[in-house]
């Protein structure tokens, strides 16, 4: 490379020999991943052969390709051979050699050497940016923008793995992305006539395959990929609304939103701003929203999309200003969007795109066309941000939640030091509410703002970090001494880390961050609820104390990410079904258990033997059958109150029979033979030939105890039944949470991609890029989490 380079960079070598350096320079780093070497010297030479694409001498389309191809190798070369950069100038324009310039390119769109075909394409956006007649020019060339569009469809025709593992098909495909997003910028008309549904399906198979493959490997090549057909989108929805909605139509939707989760760059380029830019031109500007689909962006998306904003401002950046500016102002529709972007400081810089003098040095025809555009977009975006919220919902109102959440949390810290426990756990479990209710307000409002913030937190620490600590101490840990007072200090200072680093660094809604301050006050409150409901005392209570407190101090300190599922939740569905099971143990509670799971049986096996063809609602059905049974097994008609024999045998079973389960199925998993045998579901296929899950055994064992419960009347097979109960409600709780996201997860669009936990293309736990897979870290931990809050119940029963 450095033998190359050194050969193109000499303007004594002769024009074809430099030619053959930089094509087969860019042949190393681009199609073999080598490192481009004197960054600074190879755009220099760049700079010179580029500065004449447009003169009446222009250099041969070969070389122009091959400087363009050896762009795409790294982002250092491609930033510092970039023609936006405030250094570069074009040489004095002639039509006829823009034409010139354009014909070679077209023609070498076909050449069979990928490399140099990723040139051309990625040459003829040069030719066009920040260019009118050069965009236009461009796309009045019979062919050129079907050679574009060709190029991204023959991507989706060959296997998507080869799309993820060829570097040269790759840098088509950013190369064609590119280009074609830059001439849709000045010349919308021409684009979208040449976008038909096809080419449409062909870019949202692309973003799927290239968003996959950046959650698992940020090579920068795939996030520029990512990067450029994410900027194409944005630029193809801002054509027409024609266009807009066919790629609505085609669910560029759902990979977008698995854009917004990539944290990988190129350079200065972010595939996050991009894709939140891209939400804003297709859907804050009269897109329909498809009704499973969240588009609303969060703080951080917004922080970024403000960078690439000032990026923009500075003209040192190929970023172009005006098409940043103008898809802010369609995000502002949204007033949850619009509060955001107010949080995250838009607003200035708009105010500074609108007061700047411009100057873009460009050397075309109408060198005041971008400057103009920018400061007219950006007056345009900062009336929208600056609008006031159309929301009936009082912009005062969250300040009130707040303040009742602080007057709780106070409180809670009186009545915690004067040993009045009951109302202190009162206090804590009422301020979560308020907290809870006040970010539901915000929401509505959308008035987020810092003082609100910096208000909240004030709020939370007190209520879920003085008062639990208060809490614990003066019921737990007052006779601990020095390790008492070791712990409590240590959950307060973890507290107000949480707090800090809550006001500084923007939460997203997607993912949380540790364990939230809310629920670590509620993990106080129930382990002291279990010590006064126990009469727990001396070294027992101690250990409780110290143990809740140093677990609910390292979690809310750690910065562990963990996805949040709340917000991929079709939450009416959802509420409708626990209204269903609410209502069916309501019924059980006055009838006996026994006729009422055996009408669900019946209702339930009409409702799949008649509506087979509908899996959602068939999901639905079977979800509240068994989650109808499973509150039934611990109701105590089933299992009586007063038995503490069967009560502990019940809690015995269900600690030995999760991690066994658990343990055997990951082994089965890993194809060990002998823990295949050790699992029931194996041998229920083997008998029936059908593919039973853990979740619909369990059921199917909770029904049998359930219906053969009354039959039995000696003392072993009293026990026999609450053994099955608990075997039946361990299976139903071991896959209860991968169940309920795969139910009523809003996304349910398959995504060509491996899942990130099984590694299987077609995970059968995946409805989508966000569902949970069962053998995924946070199913195992739902999962005990359930077993627990189980064992706990039961066990204030004996």
């Known amino acids: 490379v450095s033998s190359l380079a050194a050969q193109f960079v000499d303007p004594n070598q002769p024009l074809d020999r430099r030619t053959r350096a930089v094509m087969d320079m860019a042949d190393l780093c681009v199609g073999g991943g080598a490192r481009t070497v004197d960054v600074d010297a190879l755009a220099a030479a760049i700079h010179k052969i580029i500065a004449t694409a447009k003169s009446s001498e222009p250099p041969p389309a070969e070389l122009l390709a091959a400087c363009y191809a050896l762009r795409l190798a790294d982002s250092d070369i491609f930033f510092a051979a970039s023609c936006g950069r405030k250094t570069f100038n074009w040489k004095p324009v002639d039509l006829q050699g823009i034409d010139t310039t354009i014909a070679g390119l077209a023609d070498l769109m076909s050449s069979n050497k990928e490399i140099l075909r990723a040139g051309a394409l990625h040459a003829v956006g040069g030719m066009g940016w920040r260019d009118v ?22 991507a989706v025709l060959e296997d998507g793995e080869l799309l993820v593992r060829s570097r040269s098909l790759r840098a088509c495909v950013t190369a064609a992305a590119c280009s074609l997003g830059v001439l849709a910028m000045l010349e919308p008309g021409a684009v979208a ?72 760059k190129f350079g200065s380029f972010e595939p996050t701003a991009r894709a939140t830019l891209a939400i804003g031109v297709l859907f804050g500007a009269g897109g329909k929203v498809p009704s499973a689909v969240d588009v609303h962006i969060d703080i951080e998306h917004a922080q970024k999309v403000c960078e690439a904003l000032a990026n923009s401002l500075s003209d040192d950046v190929p970023i172009t200003s005006w098409m940043v500016a103008r898809d802010i102002g369609k995000l502002a529709s949204d007033e949850y969007n619009r509060a955001n972007l107010q949080a995250a400081g838009a607003a200035p810089l708009l105010g500074k795109g609108v007061t700047s003098s411009g100057g873009d040095k460009l050397e075309c025809f109408d060198g005041n066309l971008q400057a103009l555009l920018k400061e007219r977009w950006c007056a345009r975006a900062l009336v929208s941000l600056c609008l006031d919220d159309a929301s009936n919902v009082p912009v005062w109102l969250p300040h009130t939640s707040t303040v009742c959440a602080l007057l709780c949390g106070m409180y809670a810290v009186l009545a915690a030091s004067t040993s009045q426990t009951h109302a202190a756990m009162l206090c804590i479990m009422l301020a979560v509410v308020f907290d809870v209710l006040d970010g539901k307000l915000v929401q509505m409002v959308g008035a987020r703002s810092q003082f609100g913030g910096q208000y909240s937190a004030l709020s939370d620490i007190f209520a879920f970090g003085i008062a639990p600590a208060i809490l614990i101490y003066n019921s737990l840990l007052a006779s601990a001494g020095v390790l008492g007072l070791f712990a409590v200090f240590c959950y307060i200072i973890a507290a107000g880390i949480r707090h800090a680093r809550q006001v500084t660094t923007p939460e997203s809604s997607r993912f949380v961050r540790g364990l939230p301050s809310n629920l670590a006050a509620l993990l106080i409150v129930a382990v002291v609820a279990t010590s006064v409901r126990s009469a727990w005392a001396g070294l027992l209570a101690e250990t409780a104390g110290v143990a809740a407190s140093l677990f609910c101090a390292l979690g809310m300190s750690s910065d562990v990410r963990q996805r949040n599922y709340l917000p991929d939740f079709n939450l009416q569905e959802a509420g409708r079904a626990l209204a269903l099971v609410l209502a069916g143990t309501l019924v059980s509670s006055v009838l006996p258990p026994q006729p009422v799971m055996f009408v669900t049986a019946i209702v339930w096996a009409a409702i799949v033997s008649k509506l087979k063809e509908n899996k959602e609602l068939v999901a639905t059905a079977t979800l509240i059958a068994v989650g109808l049974a499973a509150l039934l097994a611990l109701s105590d008609k089933v299992l009586p109150r007063g038995d503490g024999t069967s009560q502990r045998l019940f809690i015995g079973v269900m600690a030995v029979w999760f991690p066994f389960t658990r343990a055997a199925t990951f082994a089965s998993f890993l194809k060990v033979k002998k823990a295949q045998k050790l699992l029931i579901t194996h041998w229920v296929r083997e008998v029936t030939g059908l593919d039973f899950h853990h979740f619909h055994l369990g059921a199917g064992i909770i029904l049998l105890a359930i219906l053969t419960g009354p039959c039995t009347t000696s003392r072993s097979s009293r026990y026999i039944i609450v053994v099955l109960l608990a075997v039946g409600l361990s299976y139903v709780l071991d896959q209860a949470v991968p169940v309920l996201v795969k139910t009523f997860g809003k996304e349910k669009a398959c995504v060509r991609r491996r899942c990130l936990a099984c590694d299987r293309m077609h995970c059968p736990w995946r409805w989508g890029s966000r569902g949970l897979c ?14 627990a809050a189980v064992l706990w119940y039961v066990s204030q029963r004996v």
Do not use: W
């Open 774 to 787: 069962y053998f995924a870290r946070e199913a195992t931990i739902a999962a005990a989490a359930l077993h």
């Open 133 to 154: 007649e050069g965009c236009r020019r461009a796309c009045r060339h019979r062919g050129l923008l079907e050679g574009l569009a060709h190029a991204l469809r023959n």
């Open 193 to 264: 006539s040449v976008l038909n549904s096809g080419i449409a399906q062909s870019i949202v198979l692309i973003l799927q395959t290239i968003v996959a493959a950046v959650q698992q490997d940020d090579d920068p090549s795939v996030v520029h990929c990512l990067y450029q057909v994410a900027f194409l989108v944005q630029s193809l929805g801002g054509t027409s609304p024609v266009v807009r909605d066919r790629l609505i139509h085609s669910g560029v939707a759902y990979p977008l939103i698995a854009t917004l989760d990539c944290k990988a």
